[in-house]
Each structure stands twice: as C-alpha cells, then as structure tokens.
C-alpha cells in the first residue's frame, strides 16, 4: 500500500503536528507500507499536488482540516482515491466555530471518506456540531515515541541540584497562554528562590513571542531556550521537576503531556477536555482552572518531593498500560485498508 500525509509541518519542526506525523510514518513503515510526507511548510501547493500525482497513494491522509484539509482534498479528487483527515486541535477547538473558516473546516469534513480525532471527547464535540458527520469519525489515540539526544539542562543554565525546575515546552502562540504562568510563577519565587522556569520552543506568532519574551526579560531564574530539536527535549524532560502545559485548548492528548508522562515527570495543566482525557487530577498529573489554584499545586509539589516521585511513577505507568505505540498504528493500517478499496471510484 503506498500512503500519503500531507501535513502543515514537519521536520526539523518540533510542532505538534510535526511530531505526531513523524511518529505515525515510522510506525507505519516498519509495517511494511510505501509512506511519503508532504509538508506545506518545505513545499508550495502546486509542488505537493505534483508529488502526489507521481506518488500516486492509495489513500492521501491530511492533518488539520484548515490548513492540510483543501489540499488532500483536492489531490484525492484528481486522483479518485480516498482522503482521510485527522483533526489536530485549532481546526476543531477554533476555526469550526469561526464564521470566516467555518465553511472550509466543512467542506472538508463532509468531502472526506474518515475523520480521524484524538479521543471521544473531540468526536462528541464534533458530532453535536455536526450530526451527519458521526458514521465516518474514527477515534485513534496518541502514544509516544520519545527518543533522547544528550543536553544537560541543569549545567548549561548552571542550575543547583536542589533548583526545582518547571519545564514549559511549547511554541510560543496565543493558544498556548504561555503568559499565563509568569506573575503566579514570580509571585511563587519570591517566596521559594530554588523554583527556576524554563520555556524552549520556537516562536510561531512573533506578536506573542514579543510579548512573552518581554515578560521574561527582568526575571534572572526564568530562561526561554528557543527551538530545540525533539530529541533534546526529550533529552531535558528527566532532570526538571515538573512539566507545565497551559494550552487553551487542544485537539486531543498533548504530545509534550503523554512524553512528560511517559518519562516519569509530574505534569502540571489547564483544565480542558484535550488535558482531561489523559489526565487523572491528584493521581496521575495536575489540572488547575484558575490561577489561585496553578499557584497552589506547584507549592504542593514543590514541597513534596515524594509526592512529585509517586505522581510521576503513576503517570509512566498510565502511559506504558494504555497508551502503546502498537494500537496507533494498528488503527491507523485497520482504517487505510478499508479504505483502499475505494481507490479509482
């Protein structure tokens, strides 16, 4: 079977979107099938619906129905194959509820053969959007893949051993509410010097990367690393304290949540429903919805090293029980096989 994704980014990006598709192609090329990604961030249209003539896949599969959707579609159009879409998280959380993008999230869902979302909490939302939709929604959890690179975080910004690290990966965009956590942090380090913030991710929206970058700027215990590669990011999650993700909405399980999980991390996140699926609050990670009370469980965790210890070992647990690389792929090879009779009608 030859398959083709077409996603907004890849490689060396280290965007959501990014990492998920990376994982996906590896998995599915050690079963055995033919897997060409085109990325709109390395090509420009017309390129991408010339590489998927020659190609010509058996199924083309975009991620996010605003930014990849149109194009897949039109390709397996031209070609007569059948398209699957994966929503991702802006495109079903945003721009199915904005007037100006609504009408291509639409197009694109009802023109689909499948819609691949990240757990049952996005199918229910978008089925009470769109009722019709619900024959052709296929749940497919996340897993994780999180291979390190060598980066010794504590001596390249010469932290003390007892510094307690809250470790924020994230591109720098408005979704993200990456200011969210900078004056209850400062607040909190006044009280406790030890507590020292780390964000590293490249800025997406320059207007919010100005902004955080100024919030930052006078705080000598905050430090912003910029884009690193995954492979250090992964490298860096097993020497912080905690993981923080204040995302404002998500299109199902956070890479950078399940890979903090998976490595034994304490994870520390906004209370939405993408955070909630994976999340168990006070057993295997933290949710707050409000400040007061962002603030109050990092001063727990702060103080409660063995806390911090069974948290994390609960969450690695979750993670390597109910979230296996296997079952992500399988579902996705399960979903193109039945399709893939379709090709040519």
Not at 80 to 97: E, H, K, Q, Y
Not at 144 to 157: G, I, N, P, S
């Amino acid at each position: 079977m030859n398959l083709a994704l077409v996603t907004p980014y890849y490689f060396p990006s280290v965007r959501g979107n990014s990492i998920t598709v990376q994982r996906i192609e590896s998995g599915l090329r050690d079963q055995g099938l033919t897997v060409q990604v085109f990325s709109l961030d390395q090509h420009g249209a017309e390129a991408i619906l010339a590489g998927l003539r020659r190609l010509d896949p058996d199924v083309v599969h975009a991620f996010h129905a605003t930014a990849a959707g149109p194009l897949a579609l039109q390709a397996a159009r031209g070609l007569g194959i059948p398209a699957v879409i994966t929503l991702t998280g802006t495109d079903v959380n945003l721009d199915l509820f904005d007037p100006a993008r609504r009408p291509v999230v639409l197009e694109v869902l009802e023109a689909v053969q499948a819609i691949v979302v990240f757990h049952e909490a996005i199918r229910d939302k978008l089925v009470r959007e769109v009722p019709t939709l619900r024959p052709r929604v296929h749940v497919i959890g996340q897993t994780v893949q999180c291979d390190e690179k060598v980066y010794d975080l504590r001596a390249k910004l010469d932290l003390h051993p007892r510094d307690f690290v809250c470790f924020q990966p994230a591109g720098i965009r408005r979704v993200k509410d990456i200011p969210f956590v900078i004056p209850p942090l400062t607040a909190m380090q006044r009280r406790h010097p030890q507590l020292k913030y780390v964000l590293a991710g490249p800025v997406i929206e320059p207007e919010e990367g100005e902004r955080v970058k100024a919030m930052l700027r006078d705080l000598p215990w905050a430090f912003c690393l910029g884009a690193l590669s995954h492979e250090e990011i992964c490298a860096i999650l097993p020497s912080v304290d905690v993981v923080i993700n204040s995302s404002l909405s998500e299109g199902g399980m956070s890479n950078a949540v399940l890979e903090a999980m998976s490595k034994a991390v304490p994870v520390l996140a906004s209370d939405i429903e993408g955070n909630r699926s994976v999340i168990v609050d006070g057993q295997d990670g933290f949710l707050f919805g409000s400040e007061a009370e962002f603030l109050a469980k990092v001063e727990r965790l702060l103080g409660n090293p063995a806390l911090r210890d069974a948290i994390g070992r609960r969450a690695m647990q979750k993670i390597a029980a109910h979230f296996p690389l296997e079952a992500e792929i399988g579902g996705h090879l399960r979903l193109y096989q039945s399709l893939a009779g379709g090709k040519g009608t």
